[in-house]
């Protein structure tokens, strides 16, 4: 036998036998073992102790659990192979839990993909309503996922002959309705996925006509409320309402807490149910839907006050959500996106004032053109030079316009006229 193999085969014996102690000192042995392998591995039972058995503590009941001195030959035999198929048998054979042979098995190989894909799925589900996540942590939510289908996962499955014994599951509605109750999870998760089909098959017939789909938000409503008590119904609400929905997507940048989130929504979900926002076929005229925004900024501004609220505007901007991506992916300090936002802000100012300035076109250019350099300059410093390209490619339409006015090419920043 090869010295690596050797070694491997120590390392399987031990740790298995590390195991094996520790599974014996964490389960009741009559209860675990069945009443013919507890008898053959020296375990006591209900009606008395196997002569030559040591007695320790058990840890969660305060009794004791005997711990057999050797252990039986079929599960040497297997240690001592080195081959995992081998010991999932003998381990079942011995009676253990599958939940230890899967466990056990998977350290042997290194494969650890199951588990951390729960805490993966987990972490999301545990995500409160209010936290935002930004498109950098889905996208490397995603690849650790990708990562995970890709480790040692066949050996695994060919170790159990495909079937490996299970985690408790969580499914895609777990990640949706996590802040469920776990019975309830299943039930509403039918009830929206039922009337996501109705409201499919009214668009196709023509029948979804606001006050149609009113009707059918109402139906709907009833039903939740005969399944949730009122304050799983509020989290509902909290998590997945339009209102929710739309207040989420406008924070990727701003991150409040969960009393400014609910306060938000609060009034969110009144205008949004006065002004019929999100209805199909609901006419909303470009000046109306202004003054309803101006009217809820107000709101918003009430109850973070003026500095929060800056922040929350500052958080719509497609320059800054860009510039806090690039900052996130390249590691760089958080600050240099609020500066980069700031040399934005200030940039758009000092183009403006030189075009309305100039005496003529051409100067407006040459200074602009200056302008753009001096900006560019400041942005590699603030981003670095691959960070600085991504900014421009993404959330510097305002900087690439302002560049195509400073080489002569025709672009939708105009001077101003009059005044």
Known sequence: MKAPTILACVSLVANAALGYLYWQRTFPAADSLPAHRASEAGVATKTGQAAG???????????????????????????????????VAALRHDGFPEKFI???????????????????LRAAIDRPFWRTESRAENLAWEKAL???????????KDVFSGAIPPLPQLTLAHRRLGFLPEDKIERVADLDNDYAAIARNAATSGGNNPESLALLEREKRADLAKILTPEELELYDLNLSPSALALRRKMTAFQPTEAEFRAMYDVRSVADAKTGAGAIGTPVSPAQRAADQSALNEQYRAILG???????????????????EIVNHFNLPADNAAATYALQQSTQQRAQAIMQAAADPTAARTATQALVNETNAALTKLLGAP???????????????LQSFGAGVPTIVRRPTGG
């Open 53 to 87: 058995a040591a007695s320790t503590p058990d840890r969660a009941a305060g009794a004791t659990t005997s711990i057999p001195p050797v252990l039986d030959a079929p599960l040497a035999a297997a240690l001592k192979s080195g081959d995992p198929k081998a010991l």
């Open 102 to 120: 899967r466990d056990m098995v998977i350290w042997e190989l290194g494969d650890t993909t199951k588990e951390k894909r729960y805490a993966l």
């Open 146 to 156: 990708d990562d995970l289908d890709a480790k040692n996962l066949p050996e695994t």
């Open 306 to 324: 003026d500095a929060r609220f800056a922040e929350f505007q500052r958080g719509q901007d497609i320059g800054y959500r860009a510039a806090v």
């Open 387 to 401: 960070g600085a390209d991504a900014y421009r490619q993404t959330g510097g339409i305002w900087l690439r316009a």
